[in-house]
């Protein structure tokens, strides 16, 4: 079955950097789109990057655009974001997506914390 298992999340000061990761299973990983969304506490759920089976294309959401890299290793099944410069607003919890057969697939998620 798929499954996807974030990772990476932690607490850091503004100006700081993380990159998360985000493991994939059950699936032919450079077959699908993956994708990067969060949720601040008491919000929506945002998406925040994505990027193609191939690596190739990539979209970064303009709320991120110039801090935040999305890239893949499709040998190790693994989809990265790194995240530079970071805000408290960045602070959040961020999850992994896949759609795969028409179903939509999550991570359990990382916090990640941005305060000083």
């Known amino acids: 079955q798929v499954r996807l298992v974030e990772s990476g999340g932690g607490l850091v000061q503004p100006g700081g950097s993380l990159r998360l990761s985000c493991a994939a299973s059950g699936f032919t990983f450079n077959n699908y789109a993956m994708n990067w969304y969060r949720q601040a506490p008491g919000k929506g759920r945002e998406l925040v990057a994505s990027?193609?089976?191939?690596?190739?294309?990539?979209y970064v959401a303009d709320s991120v655009k110039d801090r935040f890299t999305v890239s893949r290793d499709n040998s190790q099944n693994t989809v990265y974001v790194q995240m530079n410069s970071l805000e408290p607003e960045d602070t959040a919890v961020y999850y992994c997506?896949?759609?795969?057969?028409?179903?939509?697939?999550w991570g359990q998620g990382t916090r990640v914390t941005v305060s000083s």
């Open positions: 990027i193609g089976g191939t690596g190739v294309t990539a």
């Open positions: 997506n896949v759609g795969v057969d028409g179903f939509w697939y």
